[in-house]
């Protein structure tokens, strides 16, 4: 088996480092690359949207993402001596997701069980369980 590319996808939740080290250590054993890609969910209620400038808001959110997303992709690449780069996407989070995985093809894609909401006593996150249900390409649920 030959693995290029591994896209892990990154919420910023606990279960984050779980996901990286699986994603670093599948990519260091096949010689991949590595995408950490997050989506940034630019959904509000329609009050507080009236209330703060969102493009201020979007633009600081997407900074902050970006260099977030960075350190993670220098530590990997220290860690596994692996290629790491980041991508940044907008949109529902599962969407978003399997379109980019339409797009770019990788070999397998790396998310955790739970995210944010870390709902423990169900068996996936909504995202996790509509990527893995949709994906056309292999997908690994990292689940602690
Ligand atoms: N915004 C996001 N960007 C990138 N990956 C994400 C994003 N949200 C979730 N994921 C991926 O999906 C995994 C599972 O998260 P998910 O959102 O499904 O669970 P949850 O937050 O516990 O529950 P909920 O369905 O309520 O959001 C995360 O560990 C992460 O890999
Ligand atoms: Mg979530």
């Given at each position: 088996m030959k693995l290029k590319l591994i896209v892990a996808c990154v919420?910023?939740?606990?279960?984050t480092s779980k996901v990286l080290e699986w994603a670093g250590e599948e990519a260091k054993r096949f010689g991949a690359r590595v995408e950490l890609v997050h989506v940034v969910e630019e959904s509000m209620p329609r009050l507080a949207q009236e209330l703060l400038d969102l493009h201020t808001l979007y633009d600081s959110l997407r900074e902050v993402t970006q260099k977030r997303l960075g350190d993670l992709a220098s530590e990997m690449e220290k860690t596994f001596a692996v290629e790491v780069s980041t991508r940044i996407l907008k949109g529902e989070p599962f969407d978003a997701i399997l379109d980019h995985v339409e797009a770019t093809k990788p070999d397998l894609v790396v998310l955790g069980?739970?995210?944010?909401?870390?709902?423990?006593?169900?068996?996936?996150?909504s995202v996790s369980e509509k990527v893995v249900r949709k994906s056309l390409v292999n997908v690994v649920i990292v689940k602690y």
């Open positions: 919420d910023f939740s606990a279960i069980a739970h995210g944010k909401k870390g709902v423990k006593r169900i068996l996936l996150g």
